[in-house]
């Protein structure tokens, strides 16, 4: 199949034709939102970023036990790029693949995805049930916390930091940032 570069449209429709689960949808533009703040920070292309963003969990909820590799079929079959490929499946190295991130677009998938997650899980306990009030002190109290937010991989997190080359609290303030400009879309 001839390589065809998705439009956000095309990319949208395909996450929902693979997709029912709202909290999925919501975590996807949390992501979408963060990878579009972050691409601007870096000076890169916003809206490749954006999509991948939010097409990065594509496979999740029909397929959780092939995440990842499921995905790689997919996207293959409609044309994609593989440099977007490649950087939906890195998301998931050492969790469910060995494919290690390697561009900056990668790296910064890996490090935000699960700080998403975890961040939606701060703000919900929040007596604003927001993020437009949230800061990085509130997110990294709770981090010390192992049994608030369990399911966070806190190692992978780190790992994508470190991966960055950003401190923590860092990381955690873009994701906060990138997850406000989203926030009427994802409820928060």
């Known amino acids: 199949m001839q390589e065809h570069t998705p439009t956000y449209d095309e990319a949208l429709a395909l996450f929902k034709e693979f997709n029912q689960s709202e909290s999925l949808l919501k975590h996807a533009y949390s992501v979408e939102g963060v990878m579009r703040y972050m691409a601007r920070k870096k000076g890169e292309d916003e809206e490749k970023w954006g999509i991948i963003g939010l097409t990065h969990d594509l496979d999740y909820e029909r397929f959780p036990e092939q995440h990842c590799q499921k995905s790689r079929e997919i996207l293959q079959e409609r044309g994609w790029p593989e ?4 950087a939906i499946i890195s998301h998931g190295w050492g969790i469910c693949n060995d ?7 990668e790296k910064t998938l890996y490090a935000v995805d699960e700080l998403a997650g975890l961040i939606t899980a701060v703000a919900i306990i929040r007596p604003s049930k927001s993020v437009a009030d949230l800061e990085a002190k509130s997110v990294m109290k709770k981090w010390k916390d192992k049994s608030f937010a369990a399911g966070v991989n806190r190692p992978v997190i780190e790992k994508g930091a470190a991966m960055l080359g950003i401190e923590l609290r860092e990381l955690v303030t873009d994701v906060i940032m990138g997850m406000r400009e989203v926030a009427d879309r994802i409820g928060l």
Not at 99 to 105: C, G, L, S
């Open 99 to 105: 494919v290690e991130p390697e561009t900056e677009m």
């Open 83 to 86: 440099e977007y490929i490649r």
